[in-house]
């Protein structure tokens, strides 16, 4: 059972995703990967992540993170990871992946705003 919500969306060059819930089964991350797979196939040269609504990781949903933007990197695109809670961000720094993932607070988020709303509610 899939635990990740993702939601895809935008227009021209501004594309991004939405993470709700949490990316801890190997379903999960492959969940996340097609999303990327999908946003990738636009081939914009940066895409933006809500992350705001991501609950939790595991190793498992860290790795699928790390993926998503070596996959990124690799078809010149970066990932700007967004609105991340600060227990997942100390999680990310203590495993290393901070410093691997172009992490930005919420407020920097210049995807399509739809995936945004009613990401607090």
């Known amino acids: ?15 991004g995703l ?11 991350a492959a ?13 914009v040269p940066q895409a933006w992540i809500d992350c705001r609504g991501l609950h939790s990781l595991n190793w498992l ?5 790390l993926q998503a933007s070596s996959k990124a990197r690799v078809n010149r695109t970066e990932l700007y990871w967004c609105g991340l ?7 990310l720094k203590a495993s ?12 920097d ?3 399509p705003q739809f995936l945004i709303a009613g990401a607090t509610a």
């Open 85 to 91: 809670s600060k227990e997942l961000l100390s999680q």
């Open 31 to 43: 969940h996340l990967e097609q999303a990327v797979n999908q946003l990738l196939v636009r081939a």
């Open 1 to 15: 059972m899939r635990t990740l919500t993702i939601h895809l969306g935008g227009h021209r060059d501004c594309m």
């Open 18 to 28: 939405s993470l709700r819930g949490s990316c801890t089964t190997p379903a999960d």
């Open 109 to 111: 988020f210049q995807g």
């Open 96 to 107: 290393g992946l901070g410093s691997e993932l172009a992490l930005r607070p919420a407020a």
């Open 61 to 65: 949903g860290q790795q699928a993170l």
